[in-house]
Antibody
Framework: QVQLVQSGAEVKKPGASVKVSCRASGYIFSNYDIHWVRQAPGQGLEWMGRMNTGIANTEYSQDFQGRVTISRDTSANTAYMELRSLRSEDTAVYYC????????????????WGQGTTVTVSS | DIQLTQSPSFLSASVGDRVAITCRASQGISNSLAWYQQKPGIAPKLLIYGAFSLQSGVPSRFSGSGSGTEFTLTISSLQPEDFATYYCQQLNSYPLTFGGGTRVEIK
């Protein structure tokens, strides 16, 4: 079945970097964008950025510009999100999600989500 | 950036109640709006896309309406499994944004 499986939980010190993976299965990986969304403890959802996995162009939230890089390995059907210069406020669950057009009118939404990866930043 | 304001932020209701959650956009987004349900510790689940289209497998008690700047998610008869947090999301332009969420709890 269609699914996104993310890498396991991470604990990092302030100033370090983290790289989270998102492996796709059950569909043609390069046909759909992968987006990254995070959720701090007890907070709402925050969009971080996306990659067109076919041509590898990216778009990032200005809130993370310069600190985040989204990449992919098409041979492994895997997308990655690297966040640098971590601070305590980056402690959150990080999700990848597939964006797909769900009808003939190109109405898009995030229809498949990874299980989430908890990143804890603590000294 | 397009801001999405959800109301209410918290809703207490009983099983069988009809509930409505509103999402207002800071500028027109046509019908490029989705609704998600999230339960604690679980990834969001897509309910509605294109403002009013029901995602496959989602019960018909969920419905969406609206266009432009004002949107509504309605649950016609609240069931025990519907107690969760609901988010709207605009997909009209980057950066994509989410509403602040509406937590639906049992009265």
């Amino acid at each position: 079945q269609v699914q996104l499986v993310q890498s396991g939980a991470e604990v990092k010190k302030p100033g370090a970097s983290v790289k989270v993976s998102c492996r796709a299965s059950g569909y043609i990986f390069s046909n759909y964008d992968i987006h990254w969304v995070r959720q701090a403890p007890g907070q709402g959802l925050e969009w971080m950025g996306r990659m067109n996995t076919g041509i590898a162009n990216t778009e990032y939230s200005q809130d993370f510009q310069g600190r985040v890089t989204i990449s992919r390995d098409t041979s492994a059907n895997t997308a990655y999100m690297e966040l640098r210069s971590l601070r305590s406020e980056d402690t959150a669950v990080y999700y990848c999600a597939r964006r797909r057009a769900l009808d003939l009118y190109y109405n898009y939404a995030m229809d498949v989500w990874g299980q989430g990866t908890t990143v804890t930043v603590s000294s | 950036d397009i801001q999405l304001t959800q109301s209410p932020s918290f809703l207490s209701a009983s099983v069988g109640d009809r509930v409505a959650i509103t999402c207002r956009a800071s500028q027109g987004i046509s019908n490029s709006l989705a609704w998600y349900q999230q339960k604690p510790g679980i990834a969001p689940k897509l309910l509605i896309y294109g403002a009013f289209s029901l995602q496959s497998g989602v019960p018909s008690r969920f419905s969406g309406s609206g266009s432009g700047t004002e949107f509504t998610l309605t649950i016609s008869s609240l069931q025990p499994e519907d107690f969760a947090t609901y988010y709207c999301q605009q997909l009209n332009s980057y950066p994509l944004t989410f509403g602040g969420g509406t937590r639906v709890e049992i009265k």
